[in-house]
């Protein structure tokens, strides 16, 4: 079984900044995606960013620009730096893994608020 834990959510000011972090502990078989999604109060699950482990990143157009994500393979740990938030990026922070047998893993997610 493996368990993704995310950490570094919380409150912040509109153009603010934080920093997510997702460690997958556990049977870890080789992980070939990482990434992360969000959920909003009444919205549907969406991606965010993901990565591949060769580093291929790929990132939903409301946080192009703003947005880094990044990952320690031997760590099996991925990173989002998140630059300029916005009130609409208010939402769960969900971390996602996927092996390279077509394994799905998901965190319990992290609380993200953007707010005066």
């Known amino acids: 079984q493996v368990q993704l834990v995310e950490s570094g959510g919380g409150l912040v000011q509109p153009g603010g900044s934080l920093r997510l972090s997702c460690a997958a502990s556990g049977s870890v078989l080789p992980i070939n995606t990482m990434g992360w999604y969000r959920q909003a109060p009444g919205k549907q699950r969406e991606l965010v960013a993901t990565i591949s482990s060769g580093g291929n990143t790929d990132y939903a157009d409301s946080v192009k620009g703003r947005f880094t994500i990044s990952r320690d393979n031997a760590k099996n740990t991925v990173y989002l730096q998140m630059n300029s938030l916005k009130a609409e990026d208010t939402a769960v922070y969900y971390c996602?893994?996927?092996?390279?047998?077509?394994?799905?893993?998901w965190g319990l997610g992290t609380q993200v608020a953007v707010s005066s």
């Open positions: 996602y893994a996927r092996t390279f047998v077509g394994l799905h893993y």
